[in-house]
């Protein structure tokens, strides 16, 4: 079955940086496309970032621009958001999210932006 397992989330200080991974398994991960959502308290989940499968197209939040970068690595089957320059509005829950017959959600991983 299809599992999305995301890891690298805890505190940081403003301006400070994490790494987020996503470690994909029970589907063909070369193929889909794979994203990024986040929810923050009190706030419906957005859309962060998604790379398409070849790596040529990627999509990212206004919010996010120019601070944040998803990549993947096919071979591994996972996906990653580099994300510099965080601010305490980055604060949220971080999900790995792929649809391929139906949509699927890794567990969230934890990211708070705070001095």
């Known amino acids: 079955q299809v599992q999305l397992v995301e890891s690298g989330g805890g505190l940081v200080q403003p301006g400070g940086s994490l790494r987020l991974s996503c470690a994909a398994s029970?589907?063909?991960?070369?193929?889909?496309?794979m994203s990024w959502y986040r929810q923050a308290p009190g706030k419906g989940r957005e859309l962060v970032a998604s790379?398409?499968?070849?790596?040529?197209?990627?999509d990212y939040a206004d919010s996010v621009k120019g601070r944040f970068t998803i990549s993947r690595d096919n071979a591994k089957n996972t996906v990653y958001l580099q994300m510099n320059s965080l601010k305490p509005e980055d604060t949220a829950v971080y999900y790995c999210?792929?649809?391929?017959?139906?949509?699927?959600w890794g567990q969230g991983t934890q990211v708070t932006v705070s001095s």
């Open positions: 029970g589907f063909t991960f070369s193929v889909y496309t």
């Open positions: 999210y792929v649809r391929t017959y139906l949509p699927y």
């Open positions: 790379m398409n499968p070849t790596r040529a197209n990627t």
